[in-house]
């Protein structure tokens, strides 16, 4: 990638309808070439898919939680992960280091939604051996703009701090 496909991603992730007229004229190039230097991102896999931020609680997923998992045995992971993947209300699930070895951002309806998802679909799983839940109370900050140019990497924007 260079400073010009930079500039595309960071762009479309803070104005992801724009025309290709208005990215060209960002771009300092034609909208036909910014057309095509989109299509070669999606060609390489980094730019992903396209989708609305959709506001959960006007769409009746108001309650947000994060489930932490801890399996038996390694053995277990491939048929977790898979009914992680089958279950709508799971958002993400992030292999992770500490106590558990995975985390889960789910989001749902009410309260009585998330005791079934965490009860039976999720420590009903063989090989779960542990879960622990934490509701949100509310959002302070939740983006899907990745931190990509250098003003972007102080400690306050995202970045390492270096002490």
């Known amino acids: 990638m260079d ?3 930079y500039k595309i991603v960071k762009r479309m992730m803070e104005q992801g309808r724009i025309t290709w007229a208005e990215l060209g004229a960002f771009l300092g190039l034609s909208a036909p070439a910014a057309a095509d230097r989109v299509r070669r991102l999606e060609e390489y896999g980094v ?3 396209y989708s609305a931020l959709v506001d959960p609680g006007a769409v009746g997923c108001g309650l947000t939680a ?4 801890t399996l ?3 053995e277990h992971r491939g048929s977790f992960l898979q009914r992680i993947q089958e279950l709508t209300a799971v958002q993400e699930c992030h292999h992770v280091a500490g106590d558990a070895d995975y985390i889960l951002k789910v989001r749902c309806a009410h309260i ?3 005791e079934v998802i965490a009860s039976e679909y999720i420590k009903g799983l063989p090989g779960v051996i542990k879960t622990r ?3 949100v109370l509310s959002t302070v900050k939740e983006t899907t703009v990745l931190p990509l140019s250098l003003e972007d990497s102080s400690p306050h924007r995202g970045g390492r701090e270096d002490k």
């Open 3 to 5: 400073t010009i496909d």
């Open 47 to 49: 730019i992903k898919g």
């Open 66 to 69: 994060f489930i932490a998992v």
């Open 72 to 74: 038996e045995r390694p």
């Open 112 to 114: 009585s939604n998330l």
């Open 133 to 135: 839940t934490t509701v």
